[in-house]
């Protein structure tokens, strides 16, 4: 039986890298994630029969679990819209998290505080990846709800902290769940016994503060980069649990994911010239930034129409569509993919460029766009597009405020100085597509709409987008 179910791990672990492998394009993203789905049921399945015989009651709870946790999970991933699917990723990884610092409490109990894992002595390093394992899994269970919240935006998407204190804070909250989580480990591998289950209880509540206001004071510009970092943590969370309870599954699998999320989350960093511990510390994006302290009034703005917009890019030699959160919220990418075919039908090059951070998770335009069926080869990442604005007739901005604000290379005083922006502001003529002049989710005022050469076309994407397409048909 031993043979059976190592074997079936194996087969697991490798649906899972080779499912991973399918995630590197939008092309073949849907089957990745169908792979790597059949590579968990096996993964269940043997850790099913693993159990059968040694407890039918835990076979019970399992598939209980399983039952529930599918009426939970497939409808709201159905349901959800695009404009949503920041927040459920946040919640699903949070979940994850949250099941893991579960975990370790449920063996700290199980084993009488870690004296007595599973009829066996404890081991130091079972003792060590499961407190691990409660930490790290509380504080991205927390963090996940707080980006979540913001996500959602039923908490405001600028930073809330408690000023010059709140890193000393953050500091004394993970000190204090560490010493607690090495008193637990000492005197669970001493002859002193058990600690109380209450010293548990505060390791899990002191990493689930720490998880709190480590995110609260993210701003909403960084967002992206902390969904990535939390399923890094999510993953080796989960690797710590199973290297706790011996099970290969949940160390590969929690492997992957951390390895993944880790890789991500510095690609994504330096993407925003910026380093993970700076994020970390929070306050970014916390204000409109001194452009929009001086005074609107003083700006002037160019409005352009829908039959305006369509002259311009029916009559361009190239023109670089540049998708934001707008686009999402809109549901338009459909009809700028129709919007595209017509221009290009009338001999015009178009491109899309995405910036890494764009929108609010890594890849949300590019899975936005493939949803359209946008050619991949069309989707141009920021360095490879940034130096072809400067040759560009019209770029078409949809949505996007911070990925495109110039004040990144210019403003040294910006909050976003030195973050790697799209350079829109170097086209011939820019269109910015909005509903309004409101700054974008890090809440910082944008030079752009005040250039010369930009004009801002007003209104819900999708409906003006619709309306370009009835005028390049009148052309």
């Known amino acids: 039986m031993t043979y059976l179910v190592n074997g079936l791990y194996i087969v697991a672990f490798a649906l899972f890298i080779y499912g991973l492998m399918g995630l590197t394009g939008p092309k ?14 096996v993964a269940v399945v043997a850790t099913l029969i693993s159990i059968r015989d040694a407890d039918s009651a835990n076979w019970i709870i399992v598939v209980v679990g399983l039952v529930v946790g599918i009426a939970l999970g497939v409808p709201p991933a159905l349901r959800t819209k695009m404009t949503a699917m920041p927040q459920l990723v946040a919640l699903f990884n949070g979940v994850g998290g949250g099941t893991v610092a579960l975990i370790a409490w449920s063996e700290f109990l199980d084993s009488s505080g870690f004296t007595n894992f599973h009829g066996e002595q404890p081991v130091a390093h079972i003792v060590v990846a499961s407190l691990f394992a409660a930490i790290i899994g509380s504080v991205s269970f927390w963090g996940s709800v707080i980006a979540f919240l913001k996500l959602q935006e039923t908490l405001p998407g600028k930073p809330i902290g408690i000023g010059r204190l709140q890193q000393p804070l953050n500091g004394l909250l993970l000190v204090g769940a560490v010493v607690l989580a090495v008193v637990i480990g000492v005197k669970a591998i001493s002859p002193e016994g058990a600690t109380s289950q209450w010293w548990m209880v505060g390791v899990l509540v002191l990493a689930g503060v720490l998880g709190l206001m480590v995110v609260l004071p993210i701003g909403g510009a960084d967002m992206p980069v902390v969904i990535s970092l939390l399923n890094a943590l999510t993953g080796l969370s989960a690797a710590a649990a199973g290297l706790a309870l011996d099970n290969q599954a949940m160390i590969v699998a929690g492997m992957i994911v951390g390895a993944s999320g880790s890789i991500l989350t510095n690609l994504m960093a330096k993407a925003m010239n910026r380093s993970i511990p700076a994020i970390v510390a929070g306050g970014f994006g916390g204000g409109a930034g001194p452009a929009a302290a001086a005074g609107d009034e003083n700006r002037t703005v160019t409005s352009t129409s829908a039959a305006d917009a369509a002259i311009q890019m029916a009559y361009a030699n190239q023109v670089i569509i540049v998708p934001g959160y707008g686009l999402a919220v809109a549901q338009a990418q459909h009809s700028v993919k129709d919007m595209a075919k017509l221009l290009e039908s ?24 493939a949803e359209a069926d946008v050619e991949y080869d069309a989707m141009k ?10 040759r560009t007739d019209v770029t078409l901005v ?78």
């Open 28 to 41: 073949t993203a849907v089957r990745g994630n169908q792979i790597a789905a059949v590579g968990m049921l």
């Open 346 to 369: 009338k001999g015009v090059t178009v491109k899309y460029a995405i910036h890494p951070v764009a929108g609010r998770m890594p890849g949300h335009m590019n899975v936005l766009l």
């Open 398 to 475: 949809i949505g996007a405020n911070d990925v495109t604000n110039p004040a990144a290379r210019e403003d040294p005083s910006s909050p976003i100085y030195g973050m790697p922006v799209l350079n829109v502001d170097q086209s011939k003529s820019v269109i910015v597509l909005k509903r309004s002049m409101s700054s974008g989710f890090a809440g910082i005022d944008n030079p752009l709409f005040y250039a010369p050469n930009t004009s801002m076309l007003f209104g819900d994407a999708k409906k003006m987008v619709g309306e370009v397409i009835e005028e390049l048909k009148a052309l």
């Open 381 to 390: 990442e920021m360095d490879d597009i940034n130096d072809e604005f400067a």
